[in-house]
């Protein structure tokens, strides 16, 4: 039977890896390992429970710390579990520091790599995110594009074989989970919201969080929107917040901070909001696939589609814009199927096995 050894780290891989996990394990012998990256309760345990993922089969216990500290932590431990293991194959996702370990751990154990989510990037290279992709893309000998898009900027770089458009398991996870969100999440009833009632925001980018005065600005803007704003608190702002002891310092108060919320939850709060302000590229997909207005708290993004279809606008970290765009943005009728037909991680899987 093949082995595949995925490997995770982080909350958005956490659910990309649902679907793909589920779909594998009819068919494949999988190995999980969890770098660790992200790892309090709120953005990691919480996923695997709501998301019905199987307990790693390791679990690195890495943690935070700078990019080179954490990746090359995380290099030599993943090196020691492919050295004990030797799987056919390992699978890596998205674009964090855990990707990055793990491509290049296997292809020095002359182990083959696919990559979920390849092919996208912001053309931004201050972001790490960018890098790891890009790195993880040429080190890749499966690439699994969730756009037609994605394709073509692989074909740029000379990237053709291996390529596969598979769709976006995201939208797997999406279409899974939103029936159970609907059952079970009661966050609305517990925040005292009712839907069209508020905006939904996430800020964790180190553009917007590194900077201690674009920090508070944008908390400000964000207090002085006309409805109020749910913030779920990634730990990274959190700690910036607290470092800095920053606070909303305008008259009017609409930002309501919460604890991270678990996968259901934010599916639920997505789902119900008027609007939702985000720097996170996961977010503008779902925000997307919610059918809900997406303003984007930064300059570029991966996800060029979402703003083809008029559905997501760019505003940086300018006040002037986010206040402009939540008052006039409204997007067109038409809400095209830009991320396939929710059935990736199969497509996913049959690849694999044919390449077994």
């Given at each position: ?10 909350r958005?891989?956490?659910i990309k890896?649902?679907?793909?996990s589920r ?9 999980l390992?969890h770098?660790?990256?992200?790892y ?22 890495i943690?935070s710390?700078?990019?080179g500290?954490q990746t ?7 090196e ?6 030797r799987?056919d ?39 790490p995110?960018?890098?790891?992709r ?6 890749a000998d ?10 073509d ?7 053709t074989?291996?390529v596969?458009?598979?769709g ?18 009661t ?10 009632t508020y ?5 964790h980018r180190?553009?917007?969080t590194d ?18 704003v749910?913030l779920p608190?990634h730990?990274?702002?959190r700690?910036r917040?607290e ?12 930002l ?8 259901l ?14 720097d996170s590229g996961?977010?503008q ?8 207005p ?18 997501n606008i760019?505003v ?9 765009a939540?008052r006039?943005?409204t997007?067109?009728a ?8 929710g ?14």
């Amino acid at each position: 039977m093949l082995t595949i050894l995925t490997i995770v780290g982080a909350r958005p891989q956490f659910i990309k890896a649902a679907p793909v996990s589920r779909a594998l394990r009819r068919t494949a012998r999988e190995l999980l390992v969890h770098t660790g990256q992200h790892y309090d309760y709120g953005m990691s345990a919480v996923f695997f429970e709501e998301l019905a993922l199987p307990e790693p089969d390791y679990n690195l216990g890495i943690g935070s710390g700078s990019h080179g500290k954490q990746t090359g932590e995380m290099l030599i431990a993943i090196e020691e579990v492919l050295l004990s293991e030797r799987p056919d194959r390992v699978l890596v996702y998205g674009d964090t520091n855990s990707t990055l370990a793990g491509a290049l751990a296997a292809v020095k154990l002359h182990i083959p790599v696919a990559h979920v989510e390849a092919g996208l990037r912001s053309f931004n290279r201050a972001m790490p995110e960018e890098h790891n992709r890009v790195l993880t893309d040429h080190a890749a000998d499966l690439l699994f594009c969730p756009t037609r898009h994605a394709v073509d900027l692989l074909a740029r770089e000379g990237i053709t074989r291996g390529v596969h458009l598979t769709g976006d398991v995201m939208l797997d996870a999406f279409l899974y989970n939103t029936a159970l969100a609907e059952q079970r999440s009661t966050i609305l009833d517990a925040l005292g919201l009712q839907p069209q009632t508020y905006y939904l925001a996430t800020l964790h980018r180190p553009a917007n969080t590194d900077d201690p005065a674009q920090l508070q600005t944008l908390l400000d803007t964000l207090a002085e929107l006309p409805l109020p704003v749910v913030l779920p608190l990634h730990p990274r702002t959190r700690q910036r917040i607290e470092l800095h002891a920053l606070a909303p310092k305008s008259k009017i108060q609409n930002l309501k901070i919460i604890p991270p919320v678990g996968y259901l939850d934010m599916l639920l709060l997505e789902r119900r909001a008027r609007l939702i302000l985000t720097d996170s590229g996961g977010v503008q997909k779902e925000a997307y696939m919610a059918g809900v207005p997406c303003v984007t708290l930064r300059d570029e993004t991966e996800w060029v589609e979402t703003l083809d279809a008029g559905w997501n606008i760019l505003v940086g970290a300018d006040p002037d814009r986010i206040r402009a765009a939540v008052r006039d943005f409204t997007p067109p009728a038409e809400h095209p199927p830009l991320y396939g037909d929710g059935h990736a991680a199969d497509r996913i899987v049959e690849i694999l096995m044919a390449r077994g």
